[in-house]
């Protein structure tokens, strides 16, 4: 199973801008999709960005516009590219495969801690 690593985070100011890295164990070429979700405080789970073998995104409307997901299958790494960070970006963000209407495998990583703030 391919596991994944989620990297880049940190503290940065509103309208500022952070680059996520999503490190996997393995291939991705095979995964038709990859997601980046994220989890503020006391609020599930939410998909903003997917993307798919052929180069196909999707964003959540909160995000388009400011964030760029993209994949790098010869590295095995997905990134996000989030600028204009407001104050409700904040949160755990995690990349996992996606199957599609906001399913993923079970196994989750760590995740990446994303806080906007002055």
């Known amino acids: 199973q391919v596991q994944f690593v989620e990297s880049g985070g940190g503290l940065v100011q509103p309208g500022g801008s952070l680059r996520l890295s999503c490190a996997a164990s393995g291939s991705i070429f095979s995964i038709y999709a990859m997601a980046w979700y994220r989890q503020a405080p006391g609020k599930q789970r939410e998909v903003v960005a997917t993307i798919t073998r052929g180069g196909s995104t999707n964003y959540a409307d909160s995000v388009k516009g400011r964030f760029t997901i993209s994949r790098d299958d010869a590295k095995n790494t997905v990134y996000l590219q989030m600028n204009s960070l407001k104050s409700e970006d904040t949160a755990v963000y995690y990349c996992?495969?996606?199957?599609?209407?906001?399913?993923?495998?079970?196994?989750w990583g760590q995740g990446t801690q994303v806080t906007v703030s002055s």
């Open positions: 996992n495969a996606y199957l599609g209407y906001g399913r993923s495998p079970n196994y």
